[in-house]
């Protein structure tokens, strides 16, 4: 696993690229991590490296947070995230990581939380059919219907789609191309939209599954060798 990073989303705008195409992205403006503690492998048995990002009032924590950035002799954090690494050498406490970590990657992996959308029925839960509307329906046209058996197993099973709580849950989306990075205002731009409204904190890591796919400018940049040797045939 490698180093990952946290930021704030700002919103959606689009970028135009060299071949005049429009494409939808997401603004994150990436929150740089302090190292807080670097973990060896003969004391813990794992490599990690544990950053601390966004500022917090003292005032705002426990007696024992208090004690903890005293002793690591730092300012407080709100979040604490920790991450393997295969080799935690380079890093150590007191250092700070930014942007500068994702310069070269095409893809990133991201992690947030989605809109919450309060109680919701199984129609538009689940997009469920509903009951008839016609005869023979009385005051129940989107209710679930039946939810269980009879006696036997006189119960109703974990996991059943039916009416409750929609959306406010972690959700990842996987190989997000990265279009655009302001190393100078720490803002990254994702192609397409991204779980969660304004404002709300995104976590970034490098894409765990090797991906073939190529990149905007890749395809075009293929697309025009293959016009140009299309042409010296002829």
């Known amino acids: 696993m490698s180093i990952g990073l946290i930021g704030t989303k700002i919103g959606m705008t689009r970028e135009f690229m060299e071949t005049g195409q429009s494409v939808p992205v997401t603004v994150i403006k990436i929150e740089k991590g302090r190292v807080l503690d670097v973990i060896k492998k003969e004391k813990s048995g794992y490599n990690a490296v544990k950053l601390g990002f966004f500022k917090i009032k003292n005032s705002k924590l426990t007696n024992q947070m208090k004690g903890y950035f005293a002793k690591k002799n730092t300012e407080p ?47 538009k839960r689940w997009n469920f059919g509903g009951l008839r509307a016609s005869h023979g329906v009385s005051v129940s046209h989107r209710s679930h219907g039946s939810t269980g058996q009879r006696q036997d197993p006189g ?71 293959a016009a140009n040797a299309k042409k010296g045939k002829k």
Do not use: C, Q
């Open 77 to 123: 954090k709100k979040v604490i995230k920790e991450f393997r690494v295969e080799n935690n050498d380079t890093y150590k406490e007191g250092n700070e990581l930014g942007i500068e970590i994702f310069k070269d990657k095409k893809f990133l992996d991201v992690r947030s939380k989605t809109i919450g959308k309060g109680f919701a029925g199984v129609m």
């Open 155 to 225: 119960k109703v099973f974990k996991g059943k789609k039916m009416a409750g709580h929609m959306g406010d849950k972690n959700r990842t989306i996987l190989n997000l191309e990265v279009i655009k990075s302001d190393l100078e205002n720490n803002l990254i731009y994702l192609k397409g939209s991204i779980p969660g409204s304004k404002n709300s904190t995104v976590f970034l890591r490098e894409s765990v599954k090797n991906i073939r796919k190529k990149t905007i400018k890749e395809k075009y940049e293929a697309k025009t060798k």
